[in-house]
């Protein structure tokens, strides 16, 4: 299981999902592209789910800022703490706490 709370890891996800979120926009793209070609509906861009991608690159995005200002005032093991329940949120398909005060 990947841990949200190490450096490598928080790579590999913002990685993939980078990866992700392209193929997905391309996907759709293409999509739009064959059905304008064959006079048909265009797809529904909320099929391809890019902005739940997008909400997942930015939770591991925050991950990442959150993780550099506790190591940068010296406090790792709180912000560890903050980072895996962050995780925990993502795993659980949860907003983080703060994506719940902008709502």
Known sequence: MLD??????RRIVADALRVLLRERSD??????????????ARPDAGDFLLSDIIRLARLVERAEHRQAAVMHRGNGGAGRAR????????????????ESRLA
């Open 27 to 40: 996907a759709l793209a293409y999509a739009m592209r064959v059905a304008d070609e064959h006079g048909r």
């Open 4 to 9: 949200l709370g190490d450096a490598r890891d």
């Open 83 to 98: 980072i895996e329940r962050a995780g925990e949120s993502i795993q659980a398909g949860q907003p983080s706490a703060l």
